[in-house]
């Protein structure tokens, strides 16, 4: 994928989970965007890292400081698994409120996280990650578009039963059909996602804007620097039908950095004064 700027792979010991791959979602666009703001010397902490499969797995994979905090007892159990299997750290997942682990740092990694947050709870999770960076440190934020393809993909999944169907046809061993079948052989049979990036369910709460987000993360005291566009389109059915061809999701990610307002997602970088 000549479009895109990959991260230099990681050896891992047999038995380790795969590093993620690119999919619809731009996960590997996300990764080199994290890695263009955080260097392996500093110290970053990812704020709700579920598992850590997604962010805190592959980072420290490549020599990377990072950490991961999260609430959910059974996401960190299941992410100190995985790092333990690859010969990594597994005290590097802290089954932790924010508040409540040592130290400052030099970048805060929030990624898929503020959308979950309502209002009071959004705007006292932007203070203490302003209290834990250091002077200069830097937020890096990725959210949905509140009114964007990723939205609409999740209603039709969800409320019109889309994905509970297709569920029950995979138990029943029917398969995607001709579609599903058609895309195997296109994509030798591409897995993007190893494993899960959390064991919570926990709903969108938040719809930002590109212009909202940064209004929200420049109100609780932060300079923003940079926002950009992800991809193009993403959710649950264009994963399923578009995730490993890899001409689609270069073009996708092209698309989303070019007409950023219009993208499914958002990235924003930004420093504490």
């Given at each position: 994928?000549?479009?895109?700027v990959?991260?230099?792979?990681a050896?891992?010991p ?23 703001h ?36 059974r ?47 959004l705007?006292?999770?932007l203070?203490?990650?302003?209290e ?13 578009n509140?009114w964007?393809?990723?939205e ?9 039963g ?5 569920q029950?046809?995979a ?6 059909g ?10 030798h049979?591409y897995?993007?996602?190893a ?17 909202s ?12 620097i940079?926002?950009?566009?992800s991809v193009?389109?993403?959710g ?26 219009f ?11």
């Amino acid at each position: 994928m000549s479009g895109l700027v990959y991260p230099t792979p990681a050896a891992l010991p047999p038995g380790a989970a795969p590093l993620p791959q690119e999919n619809i979602y731009g996960h590997v666009q996300r990764l080199s965007w994290l890695r263009e703001h955080i260097s392996p010397s500093d110290r970053a902490v990812e704020f709700g890292c579920g598992t850590g499969y997604m962010i805190t797995y592959p980072m420290r994979a490549w020599g990377y400081d990072v950490i991961g905090a999260d609430i959910d007892e059974r996401s960190i159990g299941y992410g100190r698994e995985l790092l333990a299997r690859a010969g990594l750290d597994a005290d590097a997942l802290r089954l932790a409120d924010l508040r409540d682990v040592d130290g400052t740092f030099d970048a805060v990694i929030a990624s898929e996280v503020l959308e979950h947050l309502d209002d009071a709870v959004l705007g006292a999770s932007l203070e203490l990650i302003r209290e834990k960076l250091r002077p200069g440190g830097k937020l890096l934020v990725t959210v949905p578009n509140g009114w964007g393809w990723f939205e609409l993909e999740a209603l039709l999944w969800n409320r019109l039963g889309i994905g509970a169907y297709l569920q029950r046809r995979a138990e029943r061993g029917a398969g995607a059909g001709a579609v599903g079948r058609a895309k195997q052989r296109a994509t030798h049979d591409y897995i993007a996602d190893a494993c899960p990036s959390t064991l919570a369910h926990s709903p969108h709460v938040q719809r930002f804007t590109l212009a909202s987000i940064q209004r929200v993360i420049a109100a609780h005291g932060f300079n923003v620097i940079q926002a950009r566009g992800s991809v193009l389109v993403c959710g649950p059915l264009s994963d399923l039908a578009l995730t490993g061809l890899e001409r689609v999701m270069e073009l996708n990610g092209r698309l989303g950095r070019r007409l950023p307002r219009f993208a499914a997602g958002f990235y924003v970088a930004a420093t504490r004064p």
